[in-house]
Structure formats: C-alpha cells, structure tokens
C-alpha cells in the first residue's frame, strides 16, 4: 500500500491531509480547528521566510562589511529595536523614517521602470508607422483599433481618477462636464479590468480547490487500500 514511500514522506502525507481537511472545514463555519491550521500555515510561512531572510541576505551582506561598515549596521539595527517600546521608541524614528523612505523609493522606481514606462512604451508601438507599413490592410486596421482602444482606456482611466473641481458658491464643487464623460468611460474600462482580475482569482481558487480535493481522495484510497 504504501511500496516505495519513506516514514518521512508518510508522515507529510499524514500531515498535509490533516492541515487540507481542517481548511475545507470552513466550508460549514468558522471554527477554532480551521484557525489551528490558518496559524500553523501563517507561523510556518514566516518562519521560512525569515529563515531565508537571515541566511540568505542578512548573514552574508554582515560578514561581508568592513568593521566600521558592520558598526554603523549594528547601530541601526539597535535603533529600530528601539522602536519596540513607546518609551525609545523616538530614539528610532531616524533609523525607521530612512528605512521607509528606500523602501518607497526603491517601489516607486521599480513601479516606473518596470510598470510604467514598458506600459507606455508597448501602447505607443501599436501606433508606428514602421509597424503599420510591414502589416497588410486587415493587420494595419486591426492594429488601429487595437492601438485606440488602448489609448480610450488609458486616457479614461486616468480621467477617472481626477478630482479637480472649481468650488461655486452655495452649490457642490463638481467636475467639468467632460471630464465626468470620460471618467465614466474609464469606470467601464476599470470595472472591466477588476472583472478579469476576479475570474482569474476565482479560477486559480477553483483550480487549487480540485487539487486539494483530488489528494483527499487520493490520500484515502491509499490508506484504505480502495
């Protein structure tokens, strides 16, 4: 029954159906077994990931300073740990206020660079010429509709998002008028968008669900020899 599996490999077998069943026991209600699993998953999961932080990145960037570099770490480590209590947690503003700051400007830069100017780019290449001229009538056609439906939802959505209104007296501040035409385009295009991004979720949820099913069933068949 269990022919070429090794103890280890049955007792994660044993523990991996255990944790599925505790998760797809949410299905009836919320229930202290399900939150056993959600936190055994949660506590093993940043465990991991710290693990990895602390071998991967931290341990050997720290041995390969200098020692005054390795110092001026230390200090700054010792002055985020300040921020545990409220008492020093003052004393570690400077030291969590630039680690915020890299942060934020190390995402934004990665969001330009790598969102978008390449967003940018890819919606400017469906109007060159050098494309239209290699392509055949239907292509080039194609690829104008292509391109303006592009731009109409790259121009809308972004219109959505802009609330500038002049305030009149006794009376709501409110958008120009076709400003309010074309962000209502852009709610269109947006809701169009969140649509696609939930059937995808729904589907990688729905697939991930027939997975776990089909290594319950498996996992039975096995013990009881089925």
Same mark, same amino acid.
């Given at each position: 029954?269990?022919?070429?599996?090794?103890?280890?490999?049955?007792?994660?077998?044993?523990?991996?159906?255990?944790?599925?069943?505790?998760?797809?026991?949410?299905?009836?209600?919320?229930?202290?077994?399900?939150?056993?699993?959600?936190?055994?998953?949660?506590?093993?999961?940043?465990?991991?990931?710290?693990?990895?932080?602390?071998?991967?990145?931290?341990?050997?960037?720290?041995?390969?300073?200098?020692?005054?570099?390795?110092?001026?770490?230390?200090?700054?480590?010792?002055?985020? *740990? #300040?921020?545990?209590?409220?008492?020093?947690?003052? $004393? /570690?503003?400077?030291?969590? !206020? @630039?680690? =915020?700051? +890299? &942060?934020?400007?190390?995402?934004?830069?990665?969001?330009?660079?790598?969102?978008?100017?390449?967003?940018?780019?890819?919606?400017?290449?469906?109007?060159?010429?050098? *494309? #239209?001229?290699?392509?055949?009538?239907?292509?080039? $056609? /194609?690829?104008?509709?292509? !391109? @303006?439906? =592009?731009? +109409? &939802?790259?121009?809308?959505?972004?219109?959505?998002?802009?609330?500038?209104?002049?305030?009149?007296?006794?009376?709501?501040?409110?958008?120009?008028?076709?400003?309010?035409?074309?962000?209502?385009?852009?709610?269109?295009?947006?809701?169009?968008?969140?649509?696609?991004?939930?059937?995808?979720?729904?589907?990688?949820?729905?697939?991930?669900?027939?997975?776990?099913?089909?290594?319950?069933?498996?996992?039975?068949?096995?013990?009881?020899?089925?």
């Amino acid at each position: 029954m269990f022919a070429g599996m090794s103890m280890l490999d049955l007792i994660g077998m044993l523990v991996s159906f255990v944790l599925t069943f505790l998760v797809l026991l949410y299905v009836f209600e919320d229930n202290a077994l399900f939150r056993l699993a959600i936190y055994i998953f949660i506590g093993a999961a940043a465990g991991y990931a710290g693990a990895v932080a602390i071998k991967d990145v931290l341990l050997p960037r720290l041995f390969g300073l200098q020692y005054t570099q390795m110092l001026l770490v230390i200090l700054w480590i010792v002055l985020l *740990l #300040m921020k545990i209590s409220p008492k020093t947690a003052r $004393i /570690g503003n400077p030291a969590a !206020g @630039l680690l =915020v700051g +890299v &942060g934020a400007a190390i995402a934004i830069g990665g969001a330009i660079q790598g969102t978008l100017v390449p967003q940018v780019t890819s919606s400017g290449d469906i109007f060159s010429p050098r *494309l #239209m001229q290699t392509a055949g009538f239907g292509q080039t $056609i /194609g690829y104008f509709f292509q !391109g @303006l439906i =592009v731009l +109409v &939802g790259t121009v809308s959505s972004l219109a959505y998002f802009h609330f500038g209104a002049k305030p009149a007296p006794n009376q709501i501040p409110t958008r120009h008028r076709i400003i309010e035409i074309i962000s209502k385009v852009g709610e269109g295009f947006i809701a169009i968008t969140f649509g696609v991004i939930f059937a995808g979720i729904y589907s990688a949820a729905l697939t991930a669900l027939i997975e776990r099913l089909h290594f319950l069933i498996e996992t039975i068949t096995k013990l009881f020899g089925f």
